[in-house]
């Protein structure tokens, strides 16, 4: 079945970065458009960042604009998201998701700790 599994996940200090994979199986990789979704503590998930099929369009939550990145390397079946000026605030697990018209495909998170 498909599989999504993301890595980079881990404990950063404030003002630190990281940087996010989500590599992607079983599926026809550059028919779907790729999201970065997160959820905190006590959060309900949020929508972090999104890229179209072709990595031409792309969107952001108003808390990250200006310091994650979201990108996609079709040919490796992979986004990223580069994550910089991290903040206590961003701390949460990040899932990755995989969408095609009604076929909407999770990860299985990876953590995030923003401290010091």
């Known amino acids: 079945q498909v599989q999504l599994v993301e890595s980079g996940g881990g404990l950063v200090q404030p003002g630190g970065s990281l940087r996010l994979s989500c590599v992607a199986s079983?599926?026809?990789?550059?028919?779907?458009?790729m999201s970065w979704y997160r959820q905190g503590p006590g959060q309900e998930r949020e929508l972090a960042a999104e890229?179209?099929?072709?990595?031409?369009?792309?969107n952001y939550a108003e808390s990250v604009k200006g310091r994650f990145t979201i990108s996609r390397d079709n040919p490796k079946n992979t986004v990223y998201l580069q994550m910089n000026s991290l903040k206590p605030e961003d701390t949460a697990v990040y899932y990755c998701?995989?969408?095609?018209?009604?076929?909407?495909?999770w990860g299985q998170g990876t953590p995030v700790t923003v401290s010091s």
């Open positions: 890229i179209s099929r072709t990595g031409g369009t792309t």
């Open positions: 998701q995989a969408r095609y018209g009604h076929y909407v495909y």
């Open positions: 079983r599926l026809t990789f550059s028919i779907y458009d």
